[in-house]
């Protein structure tokens, strides 16, 4: 992530190529940020494919650069769709990033958790089409990403798993997740996998209806791309009062109570009991490894 004088981060700053496409309207060839790289050819859907190693988690600079990465893409009018994948071998996202929820002061973790909310307002009301092409394994932070999309398919490798497993690792998914998944599978389905905390590898997240579809990994691109070519027939606008009106009262309810929920996860996360399960956790991450 580039910072520009005033502090703001400026995205792709230096590496981004602006071109004028035959009708008159800008385009960018190729933009490039640190952590993802990001592609809209004169199709006008973008393909943007998270790129931080090892495990794609989502850290406050990450999570800044997708939310400007979404945000431009927004404001492009070249731009009607998004395909969201990852450059790493076996991962989407590990979801949250750990660490920022570690031993960090209240400020951290109140800028952090406004980072994880402005990332899940931008993507779940964005008026793109979002597709999440899943080519890996997708916990907590990284299925609310795929969940927010309006439809997934993810690479049919049973190694591969996804799902909000928070209570796992001794913490509760917040409401706004909750309410996204709900939205996704259904209130009982999201009641006990969310109390058991459940990774569903790919096979059981399709028959719980958690992803859309499973195709041969080889493969994800390719339907990714004919999906969104299915979704992109209809016309916008009424493709996005249709989004609208699905998705609003869940929006709104963190919209509305945005400040709270900020209180509420720098209260919970910097309880002592929380922050010990959190070092189990990561120490056990270690461990399984060795
Ligand atoms: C009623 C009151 C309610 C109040 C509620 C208020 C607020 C709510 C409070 C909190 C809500 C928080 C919501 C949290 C959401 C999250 O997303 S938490 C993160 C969950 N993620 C995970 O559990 C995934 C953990 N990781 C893995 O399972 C694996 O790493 C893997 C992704 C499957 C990849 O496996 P593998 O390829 O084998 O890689 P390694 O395990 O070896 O990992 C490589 C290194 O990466 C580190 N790492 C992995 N995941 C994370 C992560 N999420 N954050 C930070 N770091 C991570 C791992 O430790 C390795 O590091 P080293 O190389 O050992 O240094």
Redesign the pocket.
């Known amino acids: 992530m580039l910072l520009s004088g005033s502090g703001k981060p400026q995205f792709g700053e230096g590496n981004r190529e602006v071109g004028e496409a035959p009708l008159g309207r800008p385009v960018w060839a190729a933009v490039g940020g640190s952590l993802m790289s990001l592609c809209l050819p004169f199709t006008g859907v973008a393909t943007m494919k998270f790129k931080s190693p ?2 794609n ?2 850290s406050l600079e990450f999570l800044t650069e997708f939310s400007i990465s979404l945000e431009k893409l927004e404001n492009n009018r070249a731009c009607r769709g998004v395909i969201i994948t990852s450059t790493l071998p ?2 989407f996202s ?8 570690c031993g960090k002061s209240m400020e951290h973790y109140t800028e952090f ?1 406004r980072a ?1 909310q402005e990332m899940w307002l931008r993507l779940y009301g964005s008026n793109m089409v979002t597709v999440a092409a899943v080519n890996g ?1 997708s ?4 299925c ?1 990403v795929a969940m927010s999309c309006d439809y997934r398919i993810m690479a049919e490798n049973p190694k591969f ?1 996804i799902g ?3 209570a ?2 001794g ?4 409401f706004w ?1 909750k309410d996204t998944f709900v939205n996704v599978v259904g209130h009982r389905i999201a009641e006990r996998s969310l109390q058991l905390g459940s990774l569903h590898p790919a096979p059981e997240a399709h028959k719980l209806g958690l992803v859309d579809e499973l195709v041969p990994e080889e493969k994800l691109m390719e339907r990714a791309a004919a999906v969104m070519a299915q979704w992109l027939a209809l016309p916008d606008h009424a493709r996005q009062l249709t989004k609208t009106m699905m998705r609003k009262a869940v929006l709104d309810r963190l919209v509305a109570h945005r400040e709270e ?1 900020i209180k ?2 720098v ?3 910097s309880k002592e009991s ?1 922050q010990k399960s959190l070092r189990m ?2 120490e056990m ?2 461990k ?2 060795s």
């Open positions: 090892p495990v988690s989502l076996k991962i590990s979801g949250l990033d750990i660490t920022e929820m958790w994880v394994s916990p907590a932070g990284g609310l798993s909000l497993n928070e796992q690792l913490i509760v998914a917040p997740f929920d509420n996860f209260t919970f996360v929380i956790y990561m991450l270690k399984r490894k």
